[in-house]
T-cell receptor, first 109, second 113 residues
Framework: RKEVEQDPGPFNVPEGATVAFNCTYSNSASQSFFWYRQDCRKEPKLLMSVYSSGNEDGRFTAQLNRASQYISLLIRDSKLSDSATYLCVVSGGYNKLIFGAGTRLAVHP | NAGVTQTPKFQVLKTGQSMTLQCAQDMNHEYMSWYRQDPGMGLRLIHYSVGAGITDQGEVPNGYNVSRSTTEDFPLRLLSAAPSQTSVYFC????????????FGQGTRLTVV
């Protein structure tokens, strides 16, 4: 079993749609959680950190459920520019971040 | 405004050749790391460093060496390239180990034939 699992997608949605991505992690001792965005053939960039209380940044909302070891990302009012791969990232042992394989989003007109 | 700079961007090697991937950051970050990204597998940690003179192995260290003589530079050496090392390599730096943003270089696309 992978330490961080994501639905690979792709999610194909029209502009203006709301889309949700889910992620599960296996290490209950994980302390830090993030969503990164990676455009095609580019480097990953931090989208947002995820806190237990949930947090929002404009059209993006992230939630963490420690009991279920589950992280989510909600994107409202999707834009063409949101098309990318979204990486769920969790802190692991030995000073490392563990990356999910990513969920691909394609927003079409 | 450089951030993390990786060179080269593309490289083709023959099996058995050695090479060094360069990584430099200008943010005075203590923590630097190397990842490889393969289709369907996410980024996997190769080696990391928590400061000048200190390095340690990550998840997939075999076939790679690193050193950290300065805060700015963290080169990755492939000792004897194998086709299994065909991948995209990313260098990253962050202010601390886990809780702050990791900044990535633009990546090196390596093909071993």
């Amino acid at each position: 079993r992978k330490e961080v699992e994501q639905d690979p997608g792709p999610f194909n949605v029209p502009e203006g749609a709301t889309v949700a991505f889910n992620c599960t992690y296996s290490n209950s001792a994980s302390q830090s959680f993030f969503w990164y965005r990676q455009d095609c053939r580019k480097e990953p960039k931090l989208l947002m950190s995820v806190y237990s209380s949930g947090n929002e940044d404009g059209r993006f909302t992230a939630q963490l459920n420690r009991a279920s070891q589950y992280i989510s990302l909600l994107i409202r009012d999707s834009k063409l520019s949101d098309s990318a791969t979204y990486l769920c990232v969790v802190s692991g042992g030995y000073n490392k971040l563990i990356f999910g394989a990513g969920t691909r989003l394609a927003v079409h007109p | 405004n450089a951030g993390v700079t990786q060179t080269p961007k593309f490289q083709v090697l023959k099996t058995g050749q050695s090479m060094t991937l360069q990584c430099a950051q200008d943010m005075n970050h203590e923590y630097m790391s190397w990842y490889r990204q393969d289709p369907g597998m996410g980024l996997r940690l190769i080696h990391y460093s928590v400061g000048a003179g200190i390095t340690d192995q990550g998840e997939v260290p075999n076939g790679y060496n690193v050193s950290r003589s300065t805060t700015e530079d963290f080169p990755l050496r492939l000792l004897s390239a194998a086709p299994s090392q065909t991948s995209v390599y990313f260098c990253a730096s962050s202010l601390d180990r886990l809780n702050t943003e990791a900044f990535f270089g633009q990546g090196t696309r390596l093909t071993v034939v």
